[in-house]
């Protein structure tokens, strides 16, 4: 089955406890990219990245870091977390970027 | 900057009748794909349907149909028929070329039976 896995589902942390959360995707897929949801906030972009080896800045990446060594994953690091960091984190991935992505099924993290 | 604004918070509508979601976007690109995706209860987002900004014909995808504006910057969705199950958030988003994405703050339709 063709999906887009994110582990955990759900994290609590405390303030400056390195974490880092798992994105893989089964699809080949060239496009990965990680959002944070808040409240009255939408989505925002992260980081993305079009291949291996190459990842950009979104929109909020200040505090988070990211890698792609394989095509098919893309972990998203928390080095020092913040409780400003608390937030619904969603991995997604495309064939192409201006394709469909496809979503992973989140991750809660609270960090206190 | 590229910012996506969705006017409507909270939106609700009788099933089976019709609403429209607006969404109006601010850019200085010439090409770029706009899309709306459904995130129900179980928090999954789900691709809604998608529109080239270079192809002039609205986009539709069974009951879902959008207006896009291009030159006011609008893209509205339009439900019709609607159904419990279309009970969720929506957000609208904009993909530039050079694979930044934006996303709306959501617009809370609920279905009434």
């Known amino acids: 089955e063709a999906q887009v896995t994110q582990n955990p589902r759900y994290l609590i942390t405390v303030t400056g406890k390195k974490l880092t959360v798992t994105c893989s995707q089964n699809m080949n897929h060239e496009y990965m990219s990680w959002y944070r949801q808040d409240p009255g906030l939408g989505l925002r972009q992260i980081y993305y990245s079009m291949n291996v080896e190459v990842t950009d800045k979104g929109d909020v990446p200040e505090g988070y870091k990211v890698s792609r060594k394989e095509k098919r994953n893309f972990p998203l690091i928390l080095e020092s977390p913040s409780p400003n960091q608390t937030s619904l984190y969603f991995c997604?991935?495309?064939?192409?970027?201006?394709?469909?992505?496809?979503f992973g099924s989140g991750t809660q993290l609270s960090v206190l | 900057a590229q910012t996506v604004t969705q006017s409507q918070p909270e939106m609700s509508v009788q099933e089976a009748e019709t609403v429209t979601l607006s969404c109006t976007y601010d850019t200085s690109e010439n090409n770029y794909y706009l899309f709306w995706y459904k995130q129900p209860p179980s928090r999954q987002m789900i691709l809604v349907i998608r529109?080239?900004?270079?192809?002039?014909q609205n986009a539709t995808e069974n009951r879902f149909s959008v207006n896009f504006q291009k030159a006011a910057k609008s893209f509205s969705l339009k439900i019709s028929d609607s159904q419990l199950g279309d009970t969720a958030m929506y957000f609208c988003?904009?993909?530039?070329?050079?694979?930044?994405?934006?996303f709306g703050t959501g617009t809370s339709l609920t279905v009434i039976p």
């Open positions: 988003a904009f993909m530039k070329v050079g694979n930044q994405f934006y």
């Open positions: 997604a991935s495309s064939r192409l970027t201006n394709e469909k992505l496809f």
């Open positions: 529109q080239e900004a270079y192809k002039q």
